[in-house]
């Protein structure tokens, strides 16, 4: 907010969204009829509709920027990694949605929920050697989970909604995933690059110049370099640079890791507001008005 264009930028988006707001809940016949947020099983699901967005765009966006910034893979390895987030799904989704038919959709939706956040959590543990084998399991996880939260969450979106209003109900939902992708990017962005710099920071208090181990490292690199035709003055300060680089690359795994485990917390956080809303089965009046 230092940006005088962010700030005039942010000040028009926050007074046009209160006038979108205020029309859409006094005009008798607004484009998006506002007051389906007063449905507690919409507003449950619009809830956990921006949660998962945020989770779903937000994994999508930290995981194929961590395997090309740190495990240094090219746009096809990162492909393969991916795909196993989409590929299981394909099999899952006519499962689940039989199962909605019969199961409580709160209680399929709270294992999807745990699946996700579960997923997060087998993410949190990375170091600068974790590549994409490591990387399947929670691949998969999270393709199990996902489907078993998007049927429900429709379902639930759905229920109880009169036909008239049914589109105002399915713009909101399908706007509530998609903002929440997008302030989950924003905000993981900005979390990597502040938490990067606090994690830079604590590393390099504990890396001193004086300390016989570093003094070590810093030996063995510049005679590396040394050794392949580098002079002495030169090859030190290129034995500095590679000694900040595995700081700096040591902190972004680190800043990962903390953006995993606060996509976590937030999809598990889910659980207890699915149990809010009253049990419901799904179905095909449910599919259809989902259409």
């Known amino acids: 907010f230092e940006s005088r264009f962010i700030i005039v930028a942010a000040v028009l988006a926050v007074t046009g969204l209160y006038i979108w707001a205020w029309r859409g809940l006094t005009r008798a016949n607004s484009f998006i009829d506002l007051h389906i947020f007063g449905r507690p099983s919409f507003l449950i699901a619009s809830v956990i509709a921006f949660t998962t967005g945020m ?160 003094q070590a490292r810093l030996d063995a690199l510049a005679q590396n370099f040394a050794a392949k035709g580098v002079d002495l003055a030169t090859a030190q300060d290129m034995a500095l640079k590679a000694l900040d680089n595995v700081v700096r690359r040591d902190s972004f795994v680190m800043a990962y890791n903390d953006a995993f485990l606060i996509l976590g917390i937030a999809l598990l956080s889910c659980v207890a507001i699915v149990w809010f809303s009253k049990k419901l089965l799904g179905g095909a009046a449910a599919a259809e008005a989902a259409h």
């Open 55 to 214: 989770g779903l765009y937000g994994s999508a966006f930290i995981l194929p920027l961590y395997l090309g910034q740190i495990a240094n893979y090219t746009p096809m390895q990162i492909g393969l990694v991916i795909m196993w987030m989409g590929l299981p799904q394909l099999f899952i989704m006519p499962f689940a949605a039989k199962l909605s038919t019969k199961l409580d959709n709160r209680v399929m939706m709270s294992v999807g929920l745990a699946l996700f956040a579960g997923s997060c959590f087998m993410n949190t543990h990375m170091s600068a050697d974790t590549a994409g084998p490591e990387l399947i399991a929670a691949q998969i996880v999270r393709a199990l989970g996902q489907p078993l939260i998007m049927i429900t969450l429709t379902n639930f979106a759905v229920n109880g909604i009169p036909p008239q209003l049914l589109p105002s109900a399915s713009g909101m939902f399908n706007m509530m995933r998609n903002l929440g992708g997008s302030v989950g990017i924003a905000l993981l962005a900005t979390l990597l690059t502040n938490r990067e710099h606090l994690h830079s920071a604590r590393i390099g208090e504990a890396v001193s110049l004086y300390e016989p181990a570093t």
